[in-house]
């Protein structure tokens, strides 16, 4: 997947969907061990779907338009639906990203415009993982 992928998927679309995770549970361990991935994943990350759908099946005109759509277009929303859209949609969103992010083929230095940011800002990626992990 690429990083625009999320917002084409039909876990995307009414009613929301929790994405299967494309690597085993315990696939980034040390890091993140598989109780801690079923937590995020089958409960955390089910419930703000659950409440999402339950924000936008109130509105049947809605369900037609895809969640990033709406998320961009809160301000346009009914307002009671704002903040648990907001919220639950967003989680939604972000934990979708986070699974695709998240990958055990993962890590190593960036490449093209994040790392040229990171050398201008910080002088290199190694100095940039001490700032962040001093700030962590």
Do not use: C
Request: glycine share 8%; charged share 20%.
């Amino acid at each position: 997947m690429n990083s625009l992928s999320v917002y084409q998927t039909a876990h995307m679309k009414y009613p929301y969907t929790l994405p299967t995770i494309e690597y085993a549970y315990d696939a980034l361990e040390p890091y993140i061990d598989e109780p801690t991935m079923h937590l995020h994943h089958d409960k955390h990350h089910q419930a703000y779907i659950d409440h999402a759908n339950e924000a936008v099946g109130k509105y049947p005109e809605l369900q037609k338009t895809d969640l990033v759509t709406l998320l961009v277009n809160l301000s346009d929303l009914p307002a009671d639906i704002r903040t648990p859209l907001q919220s639950n949609g967003g989680g939604h969103l972000n934990h979708a990203l986070f699974w695709e992010y998240m990958t055990p083929r993962g890590g190593g230095e960036p490449q093209g415009k994040l790392l040229q940011a990171i050398i201008k800002t910080f002088g290199g990626f190694a100095h940039f993982k001490e700032e962040f992990d001093a700030a962590a």
